[in-house]
């Protein structure tokens, strides 16, 4: 049954309001809530599965070669985040992604999240919506870094901020993406798990710091639609927000533990389906089944809707060597979840280009290729391009979602001046946890991202860190490599 909307229909039963409310907030962080803040305190590296520490290591390496691209390629974005975080002073905690800046953890988590998130070519677990890698990543980088704590920690705290934001982000799902942005909303809760972690905190302050942050929750989709350095922030203000409750729990605040199965709280606020018990639902399978190999590792630097389009609209074009004075125009077509999400034809800047499926297709049949040069600035104004765009018409066919219920499929039909047509489906593109990338494409990606920024011989020095993060003992040589 789900929760009333409204508190006014609570019986207390002679008790005081506020002790009766303290009281079930107490009984309910004992319950679902109680239990994963448990479990995510209780990681250890050194007892997770070879896969799962795997997977996390491919993460951290992702969202950190994500970074250290996004610093280079993204100044419009980067330089006011840095100029921001350096302004404030501060105890030198946590270092800056790219440079030997040292800033107080939660600003370092503020600005490293922000960067990560510049290019869209960062990790998304797709059952939430959610590009949590920027924000877990930043934040137990920071925490490990305060913390003096080892690789080992780095890769559990990881693991710790999928395993919360995953668990609790598929109980308000599908109804919670309809009007947040669930990098944000549920990025905050990732990252107060993961600094938790980072810093070493008990089952009891890690559930302080989660409702802190769940508590803190929001992030519209505005940025998401508009493409400004509000959906880059978002990233960078969840890992802040994270690192800022787990900060406040070591210093022994008693925050809001109850909060997410509260009768006002975070059910109760960020939920169309309002119903806390869901939850106990999702923690059957803790220890068993691992949020991080649920995660998506991108082959393309924009949103994930067009992925599947993208693959299918290069493999025909290179198929039957369409010019693209031969393409009349080209349909794409998707599920009904993602009808009308990213259809841009009027993209404004480079990352709102990176939202527009649109534009995506388009670079797509005439490059034969989407990558990091695809979206290089002023191409997004290119008169070509533009024009091509509008051959591109998005579809919405429910067909697909019942052909794969759970994959993010599209359909690519392209049809040719002389009135041939042209068919690819592609249910789960590259990268898809279910198809992911190999290694040796993985490596490839990280060596691409970093080359933007660093030289041959630092960004090898960088990736060989992160090839062994899991056996050092600080972060401090990892850290270093960073720095140009």
Same mark, same amino acid.
């Given at each position: 049954m789900s929760i009333p909307r409204t508190a006014s229909n609570l019986s207390y039963g002679g008790?005081?309001?506020?002790?009766?409310?303290?009281?079930?907030?107490?009984?309910?962080?004992?319950?679902?809530a109680g239990r994963l803040a448990e479990f995510a305190a209780g990681i250890e590296c050194a007892g997770l599965p070879a896969e799962?520490?795997?997977?996390?290591?491919?993460?951290?390496? &992702?969202?950190?070669a994500c970074g250290v691209a996004g610093y280079t390629i993204a100044p419009e974005i980067v330089a006011p985040i840095r100029r921001y975080v350096l302004g404030m002073g501060g105890a030198s905690e946590a270092a800056l992604l790219v440079g030997s800046e040292r800033v107080p953890a939660? =600003?370092?988590? #503020?600005?490293?999240?922000?960067?990560?998130?510049?290019?869209?070519?960062?990790d998304i677990h797709l059952p939430t919506i959610g590009h949590f890698g920027a924000p877990v990543v930043a934040s137990a980088? @920071?925490?490990?870094?305060?913390?003096?704590?080892?690789?080992?920690?780095l890769v559990a705290a990881v693991v710790a901020g999928f395993e919360v934001a995953g668990r609790i982000g598929r109980s308000v799902m599908p109804g919670h993406y309809q009007r947040w942005h669930s990098t944000s909303s =549920?990025?905050?809760?990732?990252?107060?798990? @993961?600094?938790?972690?980072?810093?070493? =905190?008990?089952?009891?302050r890690t559930a302080i710091a989660i409702g802190f942050a769940a508590d803190d929750a929001g992030?519209?989709?505005?940025g998401t639609k508009v493409g400004d350095i509000s959906k880059s922030l978002h990233a960078g203000s969840a890992a802040f927000k994270g690192l800022q409750g787990a900060l406040l729990a070591e210093a022994g605040a008693k925050g809001p533990a109850g909060v997410l199965e509260h009768p006002v709280g975070f059910y109760w606020a960020y939920s169309e389906?309002?119903?806390?018990?869901? =939850?106990?639902?999702?923690?059957?399978?803790?220890?068993?089944?691992?949020?991080?190999?649920?995660?998506?590792?991108?082959?393309?630097?924009?949103?994930?809707?067009?992925?599947?389009?993208?693959?299918?609209?290069?493999?025909?074009?290179?198929?039957?060597?369409?010019? #693209?004075? &031969?393409?009349?125009?080209?349909?794409?077509?998707?599920?009904?979840?993602?009808?009308?999400h990213g259809v841009n034809y009027e993209p404004g800047s480079v990352m709102a280009a990176r939202l527009s499926i649109p534009f995506c297709v388009a670079v797509a049949a005439m490059d034969r290729e989407v990558g990091l040069a695809q979206f290089e600035h002023g191409r997004f104004e290119d008169g070509e391009t533009r024009a091509f765009m509008r051959r591109v018409v998005c579809e919405s066919d429910r067909?697909?979602?019942?052909?794969?219920?759970?994959?993010?499929?599209?359909?690519?039909?392209?049809?040719?001046?002389?009135?041939?047509?042209?068919h690819e489906e592609v249910a789960r593109p590259r990268g898809n946890h279910e198809r992911p990338l190999t290694d040796a494409e993985h490596r490839r990606k990280l060596e691409d991202l970093l080359g933007w920024t660093l030289d041959g011989p630092a960004a090898r020095d960088l990736l060989d860190y992160l090839s062994r993060v899991e056996q050092l003992e600080s972060l401090d040589g990892l850290v270093g490599s960073l720095s140009r």
């Amino acid at each position: 049954m789900s929760i009333p909307r409204t508190a006014s229909n609570l019986s207390y039963g002679g008790i005081g309001k506020e002790h009766h409310l303290a009281e079930t907030a107490r009984k309910r962080a004992e319950g679902g809530a109680g239990r994963l803040a448990e479990f995510a305190a209780g990681i250890e590296c050194a007892g997770l599965p070879a896969e799962v520490v795997g997977r996390a290591k491919q993460l951290v390496s &992702d969202a950190l070669a994500c970074g250290v691209a996004g610093y280079t390629i993204a100044p419009e974005i980067v330089a006011p985040i840095r100029r921001y975080v350096l302004g404030m002073g501060g105890a030198s905690e946590a270092a800056l992604l790219v440079g030997s800046e040292r800033v107080p953890a939660p =600003l370092a988590g #503020l600005a490293n999240g922000t960067v990560i998130h510049t290019i869209d070519y960062d990790d998304i677990h797709l059952p939430t919506i959610g590009h949590f890698g920027a924000p877990v990543v930043a934040s137990a980088l @920071a925490a490990v870094e305060r913390s003096g704590g080892s690789g080992a920690d780095l890769v559990a705290a990881v693991v710790a901020g999928f395993e919360v934001a995953g668990r609790i982000g598929r109980s308000v799902m599908p109804g919670h993406y309809q009007r947040w942005h669930s990098t944000s909303s =549920l990025g905050g809760i990732a990252a107060a798990a @993961a600094a938790a972690r980072g810093f070493g =905190l008990d089952a009891e302050r890690t559930a302080i710091a989660i409702g802190f942050a769940a508590d803190d929750a929001g992030g519209t989709r505005y940025g998401t639609k508009v493409g400004d350095i509000s959906k880059s922030l978002h990233a960078g203000s969840a890992a802040f927000k994270g690192l800022q409750g787990a900060l406040l729990a070591e210093a022994g605040a008693k925050g809001p533990a109850g909060v997410l199965e509260h009768p006002v709280g975070f059910y109760w606020a960020y939920s169309e389906e309002g119903e806390p018990g869901r =939850l106990a639902g999702e923690l059957e399978s803790l220890g068993t089944v691992w949020e991080v190999m649920e995660v998506d590792i991108k082959a393309y630097p924009c949103i994930f809707a067009a992925h599947s389009a993208i693959e299918a609209t290069v493999e025909i074009v290179r198929e039957r060597s369409l010019r #693209l004075e &031969d393409i009349e125009g080209i349909t794409v077509r998707y599920p009904h979840f993602s009808d009308q999400h990213g259809v841009n034809y009027e993209p404004g800047s480079v990352m709102a280009a990176r939202l527009s499926i649109p534009f995506c297709v388009a670079v797509a049949a005439m490059d034969r290729e989407v990558g990091l040069a695809q979206f290089e600035h002023g191409r997004f104004e290119d008169g070509e391009t533009r024009a091509f765009m509008r051959r591109v018409v998005c579809e919405s066919d429910r067909s697909l979602k019942e052909r794969y219920p759970d994959a993010p499929a599209a359909e690519v039909i392209v049809k040719t001046t002389p009135g041939e047509r042209y068919h690819e489906e592609v249910a789960r593109p590259r990268g898809n946890h279910e198809r992911p990338l190999t290694d040796a494409e993985h490596r490839r990606k990280l060596e691409d991202l970093l080359g933007w920024t660093l030289d041959g011989p630092a960004a090898r020095d960088l990736l060989d860190y992160l090839s062994r993060v899991e056996q050092l003992e600080s972060l401090d040589g990892l850290v270093g490599s960073l720095s140009r």
